[in-house]
C-alpha cells in the first residue's frame, strides 16, 4: 500500500495563478480531508468530503474548492492564489469519522505564492 | 467552540531527560484525544491515542499520556527521551472535527 500520496511535492506560483492539488489513497477510506500548516497555527482544517460525490467546508475555506469525483481522489483547487496562502498542505483519510478511526496524513505539499 | 491548547512551544532537552508535553481541551462532551508526531520533512503520524477506558495510554516509541477529565487535559510523557525524538508533537482532540493544537517543537541534544 502506499497510503496517502499527495502531487506535487513543491510548487511556487504567481499572485493569481490557479493550480489543483491532488491527493489520493488506496485504502478503500470514505472519509478525506484537506489541511493547511502554518507556523504557530498547527493544522486547520479547509475541507473534507465523507464520501464519494461528496464536500464539506472547514475551519479555513475560503479561496478553495475541492471535488472528489472518485473515492480514491481528493482534489484543492485554488483559483486566484493569493500569497496568504503560502503553506504547507497535507491531505488525509480515515475510514470512519469517529474517533475510533485514525487518519493517516499524507507527506505534504509546500506551497509558496509570489 | 472546541479548541485545544498546547503551552509549551518549544521545548530543548539533552538526551535521557524527561519529557512532559501539556495538552488542553476546551469542550464538555465526549471526545477523543490523540498525539501526532511530526519528524523533519515527514508527514504526520499517530502517537497514541484515547477513546476510552484506561486514562493512561501507551504509544510508540516509549511515549504514553495521561487523560485527566477533570482538568480538560491530555499530557504527553517519555521518561527518557533521544536524539531520535526530536520533531514537532501535535495533540489533536476530536468531538465532530478534528482539531489540532499549534504544535511543540521539541529538539533533543546527544
Redesign the interface.
Known amino acids: 500500500n502506499a497510503g496517502?500520496t499527495q502531487t506535487p511535492k513543491f510548487r511556487v506560483l504567481k499572485t493569481g495563478q490557479s493550480m489543483t492539488l491532488l491527493c489520493a489513497q488506496d485504502m478503500n477510506h470514505e472519509y478525506m480531508?484537506w489541511?493547511r500548516q502554518d507556523p504557530?497555527?498547527?493544522?486547520?482544517?479547509i475541507h473534507y468530503s465523507v464520501g464519494e460525490g461528496t464536500t464539506a467546508k472547514?475551519?479555513v475555506p475560503d479561496g478553495y474548492n475541492v471535488s472528489r469525483l472518485k473515492k480514491q481522489n481528493f482534489l484543492l483547487g485554488l483559483e486566484s492564489a493569493a500569497p496568504s496562502q503560502t503553506s504547507v498542505y497535507?491531505c488525509?483519510s480515515s475510514y470512519g469519522?469517529?474517533?475510533?478511526y485514525?487518519?493517516y496524513?499524507?507527506?505534504?505539499t509546500r506551497l509558496t505564492v509570489t | 467552540a472546541q479548541s485545544v491548547s498546547q503551552h509549551n512551544h518549544h521545548v530543548i532537552l539533552s538526551e535521557a531527560a524527561s519529557l512532559e508535553l501539556g495538552c488542553n481541551y476546551s469542550y464538555g462532551g465526549t471526545v477523543n484525544l490523540f498525539w501526532y508526531v511530526q519528524y523533519p520533512g515527514q508527514h504526520l503520524q499517530l502517537l497514541l491515542k484515547y477513546f476510552s477506558g484506561d486514562p493512561l495510554v501507551k504509544g510508540i516509541k516509549g511515549f504514553e499520556a495521561e487523560f485527566i477529565k477533570s482538568k480538560f487535559s491530555f499530557n504527553l510523557r517519555k521518561p527518557s527521551v533521544q536524539w531520535s525524538d526530536t520533531a514537532e508533537y501535535f495533540c489533536a482532540v476530536k468531538s465532530d472535527k478534528l482539531i489540532f493544537g499549534t504544535g511543540t517543537r521539541l529538539q533533543v541534544f546527544p
Not at chain 1, 40 to 45: D, Q, S
Not at chain 1, 97 to 100: I, K
Not at chain 1, 105 to 108: D, V
Request: proline share 4%; charged share 15%; net charge negative.
Open positions: 496517502v480531508y489541511y504557530g497555527m498547527g493544522l486547520r482544517l472547514g475551519e497535507f488525509a469519522a469517529g474517533g475510533l485514525e487518519q496524513f499524507g507527506p505534504g
